[in-house]
């Protein structure tokens, strides 16, 4: 097949499917489709196929290789066949319907946390008893079912060992593969780590993650104006919302305008969804700064590309089911509840929490959630200013790999492969076993004083 990114450019390469049992633990379980797309090497003596694993959970691994990430596939061509998964459940792999339930949000209305939660909790049992009516089985759907995928895809590539190269939760699956293939992995490429452990993540990680990107601003003399106390700032304006909601009218293009009452809910998730990187990061403070100053027709501008009139709460079966079964432990379900309470963005970072009491059936249990003790070598991926995997959780994530080489991208996000050419330039010196002295990448750092 001939396969066409998006930068128009094209390679050959390899398309093919494998068939496994939806849910392995269940007799007479249908028969669900892998999809993949298979890079050649362009070596003639390849090593192990490096087989990517997309994050989300539910992101498609060949969507990926057809974006900004596509010449990274070509660039490690040079040491094995590069794979891109469909994992279970995502992309041309996904055979399991979406669920509309009948839980409106409305976007006029003011709705309390509690009744939002409801919703979405009683949007998740109707959507269950959906996907049973469509056969879906969601035990099948975890991580453990999707490394016993890797393990069949192994054995259909005829290789001896495979490389995992993953993000995010790819780097989760990569970490559970370890577990039970230690023998049958060669290397293992992990970067923006969520830890087996941290499907759920502490919401004062997150409030220690904005003070790391305020010393950033610090060090930009116009940014440190605008912004003297991000941490006050986005306070201020969460205690406004919650005393005053703001009504808007957006007009987005070529749609209808509409009413939406802004909450302090929305800036949460707002922010719960766009501190992953420090681009989208200068946008969602210069939307905190907007309703700070009051300043409407900025804020309708803006918002219109962001917010949707009312709708019904709609649901994806993988990444639903994969989040509550790799959930968490009461232990830190306590901690969790208990620092909620008090964090900038409460417990809006990880609203699959919510969902664990609704199908605690699903959950892998604490054995599954142990870290992962092994030599093969690691190479582990970390951006200072990534506010979705913070650097000292994805420190504590790998802790039992004994052969970790781990190296910090300075000022990078949660996306940071193409952050810079030299982190594909040490991939590639990882895969070549080659020591790696510079642990350390430095990037430029967006002008988060500049408002364009």
Same mark, same amino acid.
């Given at each position: 097949?001939?396969?066409?990114?998006?930068?128009?450019?094209?390679?050959?390469?390899?398309? $093919?499917?494998?068939?496994?049992?939806?849910?392995?633990?269940? %007799?007479?379980?249908?028969?669900?489709?892998?999809?993949?797309?298979?890079?050649?090497?362009?070596?003639?003596?390849?090593?192990?196929?490096?087989?990517?694993?997309?994050?989300?959970?539910?992101?498609?691994?060949?969507?990926?290789?057809?974006?900004?990430?596509?010449?990274?596939?070509?660039?490690?061509?040079? !040491? $094995?066949?590069?794979?891109?998964?469909?994992?279970?459940?995502?992309?041309?792999?996904?055979?399991?319907?979406?669920?509309?339930?009948?839980?409106?949000?409305?976007?006029?209305?003011?709705?309390?946390?509690?009744?939002?939660?409801?919703?979405?909790?009683?949007?998740?049992?109707?959507?269950?008893?959906?996907?049973?009516?469509?056969?879906?089985?969601?035990?099948?759907?975890?991580?453990?079912?999707?490394?016993?995928?890797?393990?069949?895809?192994?054995?259909?590539?005829?290789?001896?060992?495979?490389?995992?190269?993953?993000?995010?939760?790819?780097?989760?699956?990569?970490?559970?593969?370890?577990?039970?293939?230690?023998?049958?992995?060669?290397?293992?490429?992990?970067?923006?780590?969520?830890?087996?452990?941290?499907?759920?993540?502490?919401?004062?990680?997150?409030?220690?993650?904005?003070?790391?990107?305020?010393?950033?601003?610090?060090?930009?003399?116009?940014?440190?104006?605008?912004?003297?106390?991000?941490?006050?700032?986005?306070?201020?304006?969460?205690?406004?919302?919650?005393?005053?909601?703001?009504?808007?009218?957006?007009?987005?293009?070529?749609?209808?305008?509409?009413?939406?009452?802004?909450?302090?809910?929305? @800036?949460?998730?707002?922010?719960?969804?766009?501190?992953?990187?420090?681009?989208?990061?200068?946008?969602?403070?210069?939307?905190?700064?907007?309703?700070?100053?009051?300043?409407?027709?900025?804020?309708?501008?803006? @918002?219109?590309?962001?917010?949707?009139?009312?709708?019904?709460?709609?649901?994806?079966? @993988?990444?639903?089911?994969?989040?509550?079964?790799?959930?968490?432990?009461?232990? %830190?379900?306590?901690?969790?509840?208990?620092?909620?309470?008090?964090?900038?963005? $409460?417990? !809006?970072?990880?609203?699959?929490?919510?969902?664990?009491?609704?199908?605690?059936?699903?959950?892998? $249990?604490?054995?599954?959630?142990?870290?992962?003790?092994?030599?093969?070598?690691?190479?582990?991926?970390?951006?200072?200013?990534?506010?979705?995997?913070?650097?000292?959780?994805?420190?504590?994530?790998?802790?039992?790999?004994?052969?970790?080489?781990?190296?910090?991208?300075?000022?990078?996000?949660?996306?940071?492969?193409?952050?810079?050419?030299?982190?594909?330039?040490? @991939?590639?010196?990882?895969?070549?076993?080659?020591?790696?002295?510079?642990?350390?990448?430095?990037?430029?750092?967006?002008?988060?004083?500049?408002?364009?």
């Amino acid at each position: 097949m001939t396969f066409t990114p998006q930068n128009g450019e094209s390679v050959e390469a390899l398309k $093919g499917v494998i068939q496994v049992p939806e849910n392995r633990q269940r %007799r007479g379980s249908p028969m669900i489709p892998l999809h993949y797309v298979r890079f050649p090497a362009t070596t003639k003596n390849p090593g192990s196929p490096i087989v990517y694993l997309a994050g989300g959970p539910g992101g498609s691994g060949i969507n990926t290789a057809k974006g900004r990430r596509f010449p990274l596939f070509m660039q490690l061509r040079k !040491y $094995g066949d590069v794979i891109a998964l469909d994992q279970r459940g995502t992309g041309l792999s996904d055979v399991t319907p979406a669920c509309r339930s009948k839980q409106p949000l409305p976007s006029d209305q003011i709705m309390d946390d509690k009744d939002y939660i409801e919703r979405h909790q009683k949007a998740l049992k109707e959507c269950v008893r959906f996907w049973g009516e469509q056969k879906v089985d969601l035990k099948g759907y975890n991580t453990l079912e999707s490394v016993a995928d890797l393990e069949a895809l192994r054995k259909h590539l005829n290789a001896e060992k495979i490389t995992l190269w993953g993000i995010s939760y790819g780097s989760h699956l990569a970490l559970a593969a370890i577990k039970k293939m230690d023998d049958r992995i060669d290397k293992v490429i992990i970067a923006s780590v969520e830890g087996l452990q941290q499907t759920i993540k502490l919401p004062q990680r997150t409030d220690a993650y904005f003070k790391r990107l305020q010393t950033a601003i610090h060090n930009e003399p116009l940014a440190k104006q605008q912004y003297p106390d991000i941490f006050q700032l986005i306070q201020r304006v969460h205690q406004r919302l919650e005393m005053s909601p703001l009504t808007l009218t957006l007009s987005p293009k070529d749609k209808p305008p509409f009413e939406f009452i802004l909450q302090r809910r929305t @800036m949460q998730q707002f922010a719960s969804r766009m501190i992953s990187d420090p681009i989208w990061t200068k946008r969602l403070l210069q939307l905190y700064l907007a309703v700070d100053q009051g300043d409407v027709p900025l804020l309708q501008q803006q @918002m219109a590309r962001y917010l949707a009139p009312s709708r019904p709460i709609q649901l994806r079966a @993988m990444p639903t089911a994969m989040d509550i079964a790799s959930g968490m432990s009461q232990q %830190r379900r306590t901690k969790i509840e208990e620092q909620a309470k008090t964090a900038l963005l $409460g417990s !809006y970072l990880n609203f699959s929490f919510h969902y664990t009491d609704v199908l605690p059936e699903l959950d892998l $249990g604490d054995e599954f959630r142990q870290p992962p003790q092994s030599s093969i070598p690691v190479l582990l991926l970390s951006g200072t200013l990534d506010g979705r995997t913070y650097i000292e959780s994805q420190r504590e994530a790998v802790t039992g790999l004994k052969n970790i080489t781990a190296v910090t991208v300075v000022n990078a996000g949660h996306n940071l492969f193409m952050s810079s050419p030299e982190v594909g330039n040490i @991939m590639e010196k990882f895969l070549k076993g080659q020591s790696i002295i510079k642990k350390s990448i430095i990037v430029q750092l967006p002008d988060f004083g500049n408002k364009t």
